[in-house]
T-cell receptor, first 114, second 114 residues
Framework: DQQVKQNSPSLSVQEGRISILNCDYT??????FLWYKKYPAEGPTFLIS?????DKNEDGRFTVFLNKSAKHLSLHIVPSQPGDSAVYFC?????????????FGKGTKLSVIP | DAGVIQSPRHEVTEMGQEVTLRCKPI?????LFWYRQTMMRGLELLIY????????DSGMPEDRFSAKMPNASFSTLKIQPSEPRDSAVYFC????????????FGPGTRLTVT
């Protein structure tokens, strides 16, 4: 049973436009969420995170929104750049459980077209 | 810093052979994670260590898999005997107590079992 779902395997966006990547989760115990970015032949790299006490976190061109009632989060990239082309993974965890385990979605491949 | 180092980067072996994957975490990090990535299951946690002690090995698929962390700068993941279904990319990641969920991934080992 997938607890973290990224329903769009791929997304294409024009350079300069907004990219919106979506993620849904089913486990109501999750209270901390992260986005990782992965280039081919490299490991994932941490991008941005959000705690369930917030509904928005911003870092430069990247903003993550959290809708707890819908169990949904999204990553917005504005403006999109060709270097943003990568696979983006959503991850979730229960921060007070004494475990550092992350549950990952299967990823969305973003292609930014120049 | 050199980042998380994994070796080998690629491994091709025959069914039934023993395979050993190696990882050197970032200096100063006290948590180490082994992940496996496949098309079917995505990125899944196999086991993680905190201060060299295995904390959660519930993701280890079966007794053929074992992991050790003899000291803070080295860990191994061993598969014996290997099977074709073990073919995947294996990632090692590390983090430190201050930001345990911001995990730094190595480049991965692509394992092919024929």
């Amino acid at each position: 049973d997938q607890q973290v779902k990224q329903n769009s395997p791929s997304l294409s966006v024009q350079e300069g436009r907004i990219s919106i990547l979506n993620c849904d989760y089913t486990n109501s115990m999750f209270d901390y969420f992260l986005w990782y970015k992965k280039y081919p032949a490299e490991g994932p790299t941490f991008l941005i995170s959000i705690s369930s006490i917030k509904d928005k976190n911003e870092d430069g061109r990247f903003t993550v929104f959290l809708n707890k009632s819908a169990k949904h989060l999204s990553l917005h990239i504005v403006p999109s750049q060709p270097g943003d082309s990568a696979v983006y993974f959503c991850a979730a965890t229960t921060s007070g459980a004494g475990s550092y385990q992350l549950t990952f979605g299967k990823g969305t491949k973003l292609s930014v077209i120049p | 810093d050199a980042g998380v180092i994994q070796s080998p980067r690629h491994e091709v072996t025959e069914m039934g052979q023993e395979v050993t994957l190696r990882c050197k975490p970032i200096s100063g990090h006290n948590s180490l994670f082994w992940y496996r990535q496949t098309m079917m299951r995505g990125l899944e946690l196999l086991i993680y260590f905190n201060n060299n002690v295995p904390i959660d090995d519930s993701g280890m698929p079966e007794d053929r898999f074992s992991a050790k962390m003899p000291n803070a700068s080295f860990s191994t993941l061993k598969i014996q005997p290997s099977e074709p279904r073990d073919s995947a990319v294996y990632f090692c990641a590390s983090s430190w107590t201050g930001t345990p969920y911001e995990q730094y991934f190595g480049p991965g080992t692509r394992l092919t079992v024929t």
